[in-house]
């Protein structure tokens, strides 16, 4: 559970060039710079399109501001089972990896801090 009481008010974030106002909570999460939440998307107006990675955001000056996600140029490559077959038998390296979970708690949303406050939009 992560709680914080460290908030840095009135931020200035840059976004393609345009300043946005937003109060940051130091939170101890490895591997995020910042999380824009949902009353800060809803205060910028944003249409979020998951399918094309497309952000639109409405600027204080009312300008709507589009920001395109990267569409990864590479995938991972899949191949079948008989075209590994063949080309184990061709004499190429190959590794087998099984992997199990066991023991995993049943996740609840009333566990999860964030949005255990916001139960009725999850």
């Known amino acids: ?6 908030i840095a008010r009135n931020c200035s974030i840059a976004i393609q060039k345009k300043m ?20 800060w998307l809803a205060k910028y107006r944003a249409t979020i399109d998951c399918k094309q990675k497309m952000l639109v ?7 709507s501001l589009v920001y395109k996600g990267k569409h990864p140029n590479h ?9 590994a077959h063949k080309l184990v038998r061709k004499g190429c390296t ?5 992997v199990e979970v066991i023991n ?3 996740l609840e949303l009333k566990n999860i801090l964030i ?4 139960l009725e939009v999850f």
């Open 75 to 83: 995938t991972i490559p899949l191949i079948s089972a008989a075209k």
């Open 115 to 118: 949005v255990r406050e916001f």
């Open 1 to 6: 559970m992560y709680q914080s009481k460290l």
């Open 104 to 106: 995993t708690p049943e």
């Open 57 to 63: 955001l409405v600027t204080p000056e009312g300008e």
């Open 20 to 39: 946005f106002l937003v109060d940051l909570i130091l939170l101890g999460i490895q591997g995020y710079d910042v999380i824009l939440g949902m009353d």
């Open 94 to 98: 190959s590794f087998l990896c099984a």
